[in-house]
């Protein structure tokens, strides 16, 4: 994989195989009609979260509006208990995933060594043996270390994430060896050459990254179920899975407010960031 | 609210991050519960309210419960807690789960603790059928708390429009057969607008269909929980009485029948008759816009149904000081009276015989007859379906439910197979 | 030579904590995984004992192992191309500007920032017959009731749906990415050469797109056999394991029936997969992937 040359410029030059005429207009049906479709699920939590219990099935305009749904489910689980565990738990496996991952990226990328490859491709195993697949044994050695129902648990087996060492160690890779050697000339340690020439040239790796394990660890399920008991540990989706598991059941109203809950933190985020979000893909080079 | 969530959070993330262990001694006697929701919403605040009352009249013990998901999360946040050697004090758990717990070690039985005359009172007070689930071996391992059974809605003003009397369930399995068929409306496309009955099986079907099973005069499992009986000839009319609702007589949906939309499904009109539990009946009566009754499951040879719900369990690794907090607490909680609160807040079945008799009960079931149909039941009802290796065994029946209702397998081989799969597992239990 | 050395002791130093979590947490639980499935599951009045491979022996006979294996193999092969298709076209599309691009955009994106146990539920709604969304619709269009995931022949299909969709607009931020940074003058060359846009596409975007399409297909493969959150609220791997996918099977044996050493076989099994599938990628795939 290699890296993007610079930014790219605005083009002044256009496109040639841009459609236009009839077919911008047949491209653009399709892909509003996609993405109407696409939307439906949220839109529908929308409709459902806004209206009273008996109008989840049936689509009346003229239906009344409430935000009654909002006040029982915030008042039926303690959300924000789950919203502090889950933003300290997202916070915590991204500063160690990227305090980790440059360290580990950097000796990968500049460093020459005995064993190097040998540690790249024990590191790269990971991307397919995720932790996911490894959830009985995790579980056995987090209850050994008597760690089982802690924010930690969830985020061990985590932290040292390959995708993130392996992102930026091809990030690291396409810094110019000039910066480099002049600033060891300058006498700076490797540590100090990684922290004033390598990081700062590698952060729109950084945000993308940032961005895509934020909004994998905050609605990662399976792992934080198994290793959280009680609500002081619990996050959001485990939360929202317990509450919504009634044997009474389903009422849509109250589980899509709470759905909205807990998921407008990251969806407020996206809709006002989503042009940098892009951008940064773009410039981290992932390709 | 805000402000007390996030310093006591900061406090749990400090306890969390730096001493486990430490965050768990306490100086009062802490009993720690896990209680599953099963019924939704207000219980939590309510369960709150009687940790309080509690603790109120005795100050020495500090209650903690946690509220942990539905029966099924519940035993499985226990045992883990459990086995990575910090369990819960006590919890509420399936009365089925006491097979599985007695294997991994994992509770003491409660008559050690009851010493008193007062105490062996109270511990023969409870319905007897609630018991058979609740007892192995001459001794208690679990107390019951929130019961139930299996009991059948059904819309009244449905069945005066389709010329039956809204006031008459059916009481047998021809009737019930007979009712549904004039309740099932078509539409002009020969789509179903209507269905006459609907019997839930996802998830756990087999509580479900050991309503069919009783009423067949089957049984599915002996008292010590090591041998099944899932192919016996009655087991197997009792499913192609089931199968033949959906498949032969097109008056129950086909396929699966997902249990948590039943209750909407209802409310929504699109069924006459549900068989869910008595523990909706709260549910059923705030949601339904219309004239509802309940009644006792229909007869095939006898009526029948299962008993359902949770008891209380005593875990073994508590130390003794916590055990005896908590069999002060169990023994509170399950007074004629709060039994008789928690069944009228809830629409669970009160656990005593007691409990019927106290003033609060006699005037709601006055006003609300019926909260008294899940009792009335009662001499009819089962132990609930319970082995060793439990969850295993019973799904081995519910595949093969499954199977039959998706019409993959005849009722016949499908329950064949689940029996073989059972006497696979249950084989070194005997 | 000396800097050799100090530069391996450098190395060996910075990757120390990367690689002692990884030991930890991967290498080591796969180990014992092995290990663990030659051993019977302790209980609390017998212990673990060695048993061979009687564990593997289990799992051959196990018609559920291997309605799950069956059952992953079909959600693979549908997710996979399907999700990478769309994600390929979504992109293309918002690249071209049509028409409320950046709404559009918003819009494949969003179902990768709700959970997926969340967005179960909402689908569960669009699935229910007789009043769920779906069936509104069909029935709009006089069709025939289906009860979509309480039937052998549709549930399976059903949850792969969702999670085409769960995934499609993840995997379009990683094409948009790659597509905006094409050099605008293959464009140009190209229309000079009077090709098509098909042949523009198939004979230098899409080869160009290559290492983009292996990440994404790396993740696709990942997410076949990790994306289980949703049969959680769904079907519950019913009807009869119609649904039942490997891990989620491993999930039930290994903490909802305790039995830890078969969940431990089944995760060899999951692994060994993972391993062969990645040996395929790297392998194969990789040469025929044009680097610049």
């Known amino acids: ?287 | ?430 | 030579m000396n800097s050799r050395a100090t530069a391996t002791v450098h190395g060996w130093l910075l990757l120390l904590p990367a690689m002692a979590c990884l030991a930890l947490f991967t290498h080591w639980p796969a180990v014992a995984s092995l290990i663990e499935s030659f051993y019977s599951t302790a209980k609390a009045r017998r212990p673990a004992r060695f048993v061979g491979l009687d564990n593997y022996e289990q799992l051959l006979a196990d018609p559920i192992f291997w309605k799950a294996m069956s059952n992953n193999l079909w959600f693979a092969l549908g997710t996979i191309p399907t999700s990478i298709a769309l994600a390929l076209l979504m992109a293309v599309w918002v690249n071209d500007k049509i028409v409320g691009r950046t709404w559009v955009r918003m819009a494949f994106f969003t179902p990768t920032i709700l959970p997926m146990i969340a967005v179960a539920n909402i689908w569960l709604f669009f699935f229910t017959p007789q009043y769920g969304l779906l069936e509104q619709i069909v029935g709009l269009f006089g069709g025939r009731s289906t009860n979509w995931l309480g039937s052998q022949d549709t549930a399976l299909a059903a949850i792969t749906v969702v999670a085409i969709w769960k995934e499609a607009g993840f995997f379009m931020i990683f094409y948009l990415a790659a597509l905006q940074a094409l050099p605008p003058s293959l464009g140009e060359a190209a229309a000079i050469e009077g090709a098509s846009r098909w042949t523009y596409f198939r004979r230098i975007q899409f080869p160009l797109l290559m290492p983009t399409t292996l990440f994404v297909l790396i993740n696709a493969v990942i997410n076949a056999f990790r994306m289980v959150d949703h049969i959680f609220v769904m079907t519950r791997g019913g009807p009869d394991n119609a649904t039942t996918l490997l891990l989620f099977y491993i999930y039930q044996v290994g903490f909802s029936f305790w039995d830890t050493a078969y969940a431990a076989t089944l995760t060899c099994v999951l692994l060994a997969l993972l391993a062969l599938v990645a040996f395929v990628q790297y392998g194969i795939l990789e040469r025929r992937t044009h680097y610049r």
């Open chain 1, 1 to 287: 994989m290699s890296a993007a040359p610079q930014p790219v410029v605005t083009a002044a030059r256009s496109d040639p195989y841009a459609p236009k005429g009839l077919a911008l207009t047949l491209e653009s049906t399709g892909a509003i009609l996609l993405a109407l479709l696409w939307v439906l699920p949220l839109a529908y939590a929308v409709w459902a979260a806004i209206h009273p219990a008996e109008y989840t099935t049936r689509f009346v305009l003229t239906a009344p509006l409430t935000l009654d749904n909002f006040t029982r489910a915030w008042a039926a689980a303690p959300f924000a208990r789950y919203f502090l565990n889950t933003f300290i738990l997202v916070t915590m496996i991204l500063a160690f995933q990227l305090v980790l991952g440059t360290l580990a990226a950097y000796a990968l990328a500049r460093q020459d060594f005995w064993g190097r490859d040998i540690a790249f491709a024990l590191i790269l195993a990971q991307l397919m043996i995720m932790p996911d697949a490894l959830i009985v044994e995790n579980y056995r050695t987090l209850a050994r270390l008597d760690l089982i129902d802690t924010i930690p648990a969830i985020a061990l087996p985590y932290i040292a994430s390959a995708f993130g060492i392996f992102l930026l160690r091809q990030t690291f890779k396409t810094v110019p060896k000039e910066l480099d050697d002049a600033a060891r000339v300058e006498g700076a340690s490797p540590l100090q050459v990684l922290m004033k020439v390598y990081v700062p040239l590698a952060k729109p790796t950084y945000v993308a990254y940032g961005l895509v394990s934020v909004s994998y660890h905050w609605n990662n399920f399976l792992w934080p179920l198994l290793v959280t008991n009680s609500v002081e540990s619990r996050p959001l989706t485990v939360g929202l899975q317990v509450f919504s598991s009634s044997d009474q059941g389903i009422d849509w109203a109250v589980i899509c407010a709470a759905t909205l809950m807990t998921s407008a933190p990251l969806l407020i985020g996206f809709l006002l960031f989503q042009r940098q979000f892009v951008q940064s893909f773009m410039r981290a080079g992932i390709k």
């Open chain 2, 1 to 430: 609210m805000d402000r007390r969530d996030v310093l006591s959070g900061a406090a749990a993330l400090a306890g969390s991050l730096a001493l486990p262990g430490l965050a768990r001694s306490q100086a009062a006697t802490e009993v720690s519960f896990f209680y599953p929701v099963a019924v939704g919403g207000p219980i939590t605040k309510l369960i709150d309210t009687y940790a309080a009352d509690f603790e109120k009249e005795n100050p020495a013990i500090k209650l903690k419960p946690i509220y942990a998901g539905t029966y099924q999360e519940t035993i499985v946040k226990a045992l883990t807690a459990h086995k990575s050697g910090t369990p819960p004090v006590t919890s509420v758990l399936l009365s089925t789960d006491m097979f599985t717990l007695i294997d991994e070690d994992a509770i003491v039985p409660f008559d050690s603790f009851v010493k008193t005359e007062d105490d062996k009172k109270w511990l023969a007070s409870f319905f007897p059928a609630f018991m058979e689930n609740s007892q192995t071996g001459g001794k208690t391992w679990g107390i019951p708390f929130q019961r139930s059974t299996v009991v059948l809605y059904w819309n009244k003003e449905l069945f005066k429009e389709a010329g039956l009397d809204p006031e008459k369930p059916p009481t047998s399995w021809a009737e019930q057969l007979e009712f549904a068929q004039k309740l099932t409306k078509k539409d002009a496309s020969g789509n179903v607008t209507q269905w006459g009955i609907q019997i839930p099986s996802s998830g756990f079907p087999y509580w479900l269909f050991q309503g069919l099973s009783t009423q067949a005069g089957a049984i599915l499992a002996n008292a010590a929980g090591n041998t099944t009986n899932y192919a016996d000839p009655a087991v197997v009319e009792a499913l192609q009485y089931w199968v033949d609702l959906a498949q032969k007589h097109k008056v129950h949906p086909p396929g699966i029948v997902e249990w948590g939309t039943t209750p909407k499904d209802f409310f929504e009109k699109k069924v006459a008759m549900m068989w869910t539990t008595t523990g909706n009946l709260t549910n059923v009566r705030s949601n339904a816009k219309f004239p509802f009754g309940v009644a006792m499951l229909p007869a095939g040879k006898r009526r029948g149904s299962p008993t359902g719900g949770g008891n209380f369990y005593l875990s073994k690794k508590a130390t003794p000081a916590q055990q005896e907090a908590a069999f002060k607490f169990i023994r509170w909680i399950t007074t004629p009276e709060r039994a008789a609160q928690w069944g009228i807040d809830t629409g669970y079945v009160a656990v005593s015989p007691a409990a019927y008799e106290t003033a609060a009960m006699k005037t709601y079931a006055a006003g609300f007859p019926p909260a008294l149909v899940a009792r009335d039941q009662l001499p009819h009802a089962v132990a609930e379906l319970s082995t060793h290796e439990n969850q295993r065994v019973t799904k081995a029946l519910n595949d093969g439910l499954q199977a039959a209702l998706t019409g993959t397998k005849t009722p016949q081989k499908a329950l064949e197979d689940a029996q073989a799969e059972a006497e696979r597992i249950l084989k070194p239990y005997r």
